[in-house]
């Protein structure tokens, strides 16, 4: 426990094959429920840890009252798509069922997630889970999320064929692009354009819905990576739609970089999740 916030590391949530899953809990230390949200780290869906930037990004938001639960997910040297979406879906259907014994408010879970675990987060939103049981106030059980932060996401992975970056590549990618791509390589293709079909299903702009909850995205305008037209695909089409969904551009950010790590971005997803997530008083 430091600075007002305590951690339960290495929490079993789900064992797919045998391999089981953990997440971190990061929560703020205090009396009473408080609301939660799941965060998937990027990595291009092939590598990349529950505990990236965790002092950089998940203890903050903590800090400002939301519990963070940072999550596993099965890799693509291990599985194939839609396996990274079943992972995320068991953990919140988890924390809903064992939240109350760490403290967690959890009928209304939020997801925030990071490049390919962004994607993940808007999958969680604009997918609802088939096995969630509606109870007779209109709640749900399972595992649906009821509002979306999606940094740098990609939404649209046949448009990652022929999108151009907007700025150089990011510091931490030296080298050729990756052959197969990582996009590619989440659905078991050489290439996504080989099966249109598979690659649409596993797009989140395929999936906008009138009723999707809340969305926040946020995305730099330098992304070497994802382009910011991801991102503006996606909050177009949702806000076409009738769905309530916000875009904030990083001016001159790269993908994954600095910026998004300072206090105003974060201060920017506490806020929305301390909104979105704000249950209503029980009588």
Same mark, same amino acid.
């Given at each position: 426990?430091? @600075? ?11 064992? +797919? ?10 929560? $703020? ?15 291009? !869906?092939?590598?990349? =840890? /529950?505990?990236?930037?965790?002092? @950089? ?24 798509? %839609?396996?990274?979406?079943? @992972? ?5 259907? !988890? ?16 997801? !925030? ?10 999958? #969680?939103? #604009?997918? %609802?889970? *088939?096995? &969630? $049981?509606?109870?007779? *106030?209109? =709640?749900?059980?399972?595992? =649906? ?5 999606? !940094? ?7 448009? #990652? ?6 700025? +150089?590549? %990011? $510091?931490?990618? =030296?080298?050729? +692009?990756?052959? $197969? ?12 354009? *080989? ?27 330098? @992304? ?32 994954? &970089?600095?910026?998004? &790590?300072? %206090? ?17 008083? /029980?009588?």
């Amino acid at each position: 426990m430091s @600075d007002g916030i305590e951690v339960r590391r290495g929490l079993v949530f789900a064992e +797919p094959a045998g391999q089981p899953l953990q997440l971190d809990l990061y929560r $703020p230390v205090g009396n009473g429920e408080v609301p939660v949200c799941v965060y998937l780290h990027g990595g291009g !869906w092939a590598r990349g =840890s /529950r505990t990236d930037r965790a002092g @950089d990004r998940l203890v903050p938001v903590a800090r400002s009252g939301i519990a963070v639960a940072s999550i596993d997910y099965r890799l693509t040297d291990t599985a194939t798509f %839609p396996a990274q979406l079943e @992972d995320a879906r068991a953990a919140v259907r !988890w924390l809903r069922a064992h939240g109350a014994e760490h403290g967690l408010a959890t009928g209304r879970i939020g997801a !925030w997630g990071a490049s390919a675990g962004g994607h993940l987060a808007a999958l #969680l939103g #604009l997918c %609802p889970d *088939d096995a &969630d $049981p509606q109870l007779g *106030d209109g =709640s749900v059980q399972g595992g =649906s999320v009821q509002g979306v932060v999606a !940094w740098f996401p990609p939404t649209d992975l046949l448009g #990652l064929e022929t999108d151009e970056p907007e700025g +150089p590549p %990011p $510091p931490f990618r =030296s080298g050729p +692009p990756p052959s $197969p791509s990582f996009e590619a390589r989440l659905l078991g293709l050489s290439a996504a354009s *080989d099966d249109p079909a598979r690659a649409r299903a596993a797009s989140p702009l395929t999936h906008v819905r009138p009723d999707a909850p809340p969305f926040l995205v946020v995305h730099g305008d330098r @992304d070497g990576l994802i382009p910011s037209v991801q991102s503006r695909r996606l909050v177009e089409a949702l806000s076409a739609a009738g769905a309530t969904a916000d875009l904030m551009l990083l001016a001159g950010a790269n993908h994954e &970089d600095p910026a998004f &790590d300072t %206090p105003g971005s974060l201060g920017a997803v506490s806020g929305f999740l301390r909104t979105v997530l704000a249950e209503a008083p /029980r009588s």
